[in-house]
């Protein structure tokens, strides 16, 4: 908009100028700048919940439409609606709902981006990562680390979706995408199932161990752990305000969070406990596992139930109440890179 306290000549002289330095590919700074540096976290991500009651009957629609070989991946991409057509659920992440039928293999192939599944619905399909099948159970939390071969098969005889979480949106900025097939539709398998988890997810670690991978050597986190382990601590009844009972997953490498990009949490919120309001520059998508609840985001309020998938953006306050009984939330933001990068804030109000 053209500032009415400059002399219009001045303005047109401005524009002249403009438009002769554009022909350089040039343009001033002092025009955008402050769109470009804001007092605070100006984000086109916007709060959104869907339901997976309404979402399931399009997901099993693809089914019918487009074989999981024929798709690669068979997934429908959850778009923020404040960004729609740019494959992201927030700026940083993508993610999507994915589709695998009894007797479907989605192929192997490797890329950059880093994945996690977070297990929606069925039971007993697997992935099998770097020469090891994990079956899956919903809740579970399973990791496909960057550049490590993946594919995904169903044996049940039910459908399985779950929700795949990607830092896409994040390596496009950093033009860092590479991808491969793999020469067949299923990789060999060099390892028994389960041997990751006990190797290096049961307080023990390989005497010498040497990684220099960055991602969890545990590739699956199976949530009937996870769950047991919060209804223990859930005894102490040491609630913090703004979360409850959240725990981090971990790296038992380094005690890092489980992957290099995205951080994944698992909530528990005891039934009537209301939180305190609380903002963060993550932009976060929770999935809820169990009970029932609101989250109050910016002017909003979300009702989730069971499978609900919603968006908290960044720097945007929330408080979160679990209601009819013990609610439990997953849920995964971008924290890693932030914190990395010395940039990550989180601010708690006082109720
Ligand atoms: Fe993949």
Not at 175 to 188: H, I, L
Not at 314 to 325: I, P
Request: aromatic content about 10%; hydrophobic content about 40%.
């Amino acid at each position: 908009m053209a500032d009415t306290t400059v002399d219009p000549e001045v303005q047109t002289l401005r524009q002249a100028f403009y438009q002769r330095i554009d022909q350089h590919d040039l343009a001033p700074l002092w025009e955008v700048m402050h769109k470009l540096v804001t007092p605070e976290p100006n984000s086109p991500c916007v709060p959104v919940l869907w339901h997976y009651d309404e979402l399931r009957p399009f997901i099993m629609e693809a089914g019918a439409l487009i074989t999981a070989k024929e798709a690669e991946r068979r997934v429908l991409v959850l778009e923020n609606p404040g960004m729609r057509g740019h494959s992201c659920i927030t700026r940083s992440l993508y993610a999507g709902l994915q589709l695998i039928l009894p007797g479907e293999v989605a192929p192997s192939h490797r890329h950059t981006q880093s994945a996690l599944r977070f297990v929606i619905e069925g039971s007993g399909a697997y992935t099998a990562v770097d020469g090891e099948k994990t079956l899956m159970e919903p809740g579970d939390f399973v990791i496909t680390p960057q550049w490590t071969w993946h594919d995904h098969g169903n044996d049940s005889d039910a459908p399985m979706v779950w929700l795949d979480g990607l830092d896409v949106p994040l390596l496009q900025l950093l033009d860092a995408s590479f991808a491969q097939p793999y020469e067949a539709d299923e990789q060999p398998l060099l390892r028994p199932e389960g041997d990751a988890l006990a190797r290096y997810g049961s307080g023990l670690m390989p005497v010498d161990y040497d990684t220099r991978s960055v991602t969890s050597p545990v590739f699956n986190y199976p949530y009937v752990r996870t769950r047991e382990a919060l209804e223990t601590m859930k005894r102490s009844e040491a609630w913090e305000p703004c979360h409850g009972l959240k725990m981090k997953y971990v790296n038992p490498v380094n005690g890092d969070y489980a992957m290099p990009t995205m951080a994944t949490f698992m909530q528990l919120l005891p039934k009537g406990f209301e939180t305190s309001p609380y903002r963060s520059t993550d932009s976060t998508i929770y999935v809820c596992v169990e009970g029932r609840g609101r989250t109050a985001v910016g002017e909003q309020i979300f009702a989730w139930g069971p499978r609900d998938i919603f968006v908290v953006p960044s720097w945007t306050r929330h408080h979160h109440v679990a209601l009819e009984d013990d609610a439990v939330l997953f849920s995964f933001s971008d924290r890693p890179v932030q914190q990395k990068l010395g940039l990550w804030r989180e601010e708690r109000s006082a109720v």
